[in-house]
């Protein structure tokens, strides 16, 4: 991350040097607004569902779900400490439902669970992939956006987009799988 | 769908008054966390955002997407797209804004714009992701975890273009 951060911020930056010196300090400040504006939109969800969550843990909901999907996460992490795999199972559960404020803050939980154990650099990854390749079943955004601009049949793409999003989780399962399972002990 | 969350927050509460559970104490101890999480959240949004607002407005988003899409095409990812599939993975906000001038300038139901609806549903913004799920984690080395999402994100892009000439 540092590299890439050198990299691109002193090339744009010297790019906006010549074609828009006011731009650069413009810039960084509008980026850093946004990203207040979306930490106040999180710290809301997070709220939310971190309520709801700590109801449903307390009541061990969360337990008796999580048992549910054990075998779907054996073959992905292999062996899980108990806590972990129980904010997994709500984390991807939620994340193929389309639930995206919960995911989060679920996401969270399980990478925190995780980092108390050691040699779980592999699960820890494995966790990541699946979620930065996302396996979100309705594209809402894309739907909502084409049906507005009177698309002919705007859900003709559900089913291309359900099977590009099973593409790539597929392809980092395996990956993440033959890279980086030998670093296990 | 929409019947999903209202049942299932009444599934909860009623689990938690079955079990005795003082569900007013519960919500309030995990709504208590929230606060904690997001201003460990923003130092890393902010990074982020900072980075990705130069690199839009210095113009090296344009340059970048028109310098890879010669090797975008050759994987069958028309250049019309370039740009979608290179910001996509660092912004969620201006990939949709991509995608609106998409629809704009080339039709809703076209090629191009089918391609580009189902780029923008199956890939996910993978640096914003990075930045959320470990702000404050102990977990520094990315590096590998990151290529091999980006990577899985472009399979879907090459077999998004293939599939919406199939389909």
Known sequence: MNVIFALCFSVCTLILLFTDPDGALAAMLSGGEKALALTLKMTVIYAVWLGIFELAERSRLTEKF?????????????????????????????NML??????TPMGIKSIRELEKYRNTEYQI?????????????????????????????????????ILATAVSTAAGILLVKMFLRKKRK | MKYILPAMFILIIACALFKKVRPYDAFVAGAGQAIPFAAKLFPYLATIFVLTELFERSGA????????????????????LSKLVLVKPFSGNGALAL???IYETYGVDGYIARCASVIYGSSETVFYVAAVYFAGAKTKN?????????FASLCACVFACFICLVM
């Open chain 2, 142 to 150: 990315l590096t590998a975890p990151i290529l091999i999402s980006l």
């Open chain 1, 98 to 103: 389309g639930m995206s404020g919960a995911t």
């Open chain 2, 61 to 80: 988003a344009d340059a970048v997407s028109s310098f890879l899409a010669p090797a975008f095409r050759l994987l069958g990812i028309p250049p019309e």
């Open chain 1, 125 to 161: 990854a494995m966790f990541f992939v699946i979620n930065a390749t996302s396996i979100q079943i309705f594209p809402t955004s894309v739907l909502a956006l084409r049906t507005s601009l009177n698309a002919a049949a705007p859900s003709d793409i559900i089913l291309p987009t």
């Open chain 2, 99 to 101: 995608l609106t001038e």
């Open chain 1, 66 to 94: 999580a048992r549910l999907l054990k075998p779907v996460n054996r073959f992905l992490f292999g062996e899980l400490p108990e806590k972990a795999n129980e904010y997994i199972s709500l984390n991807i559960s939620a």
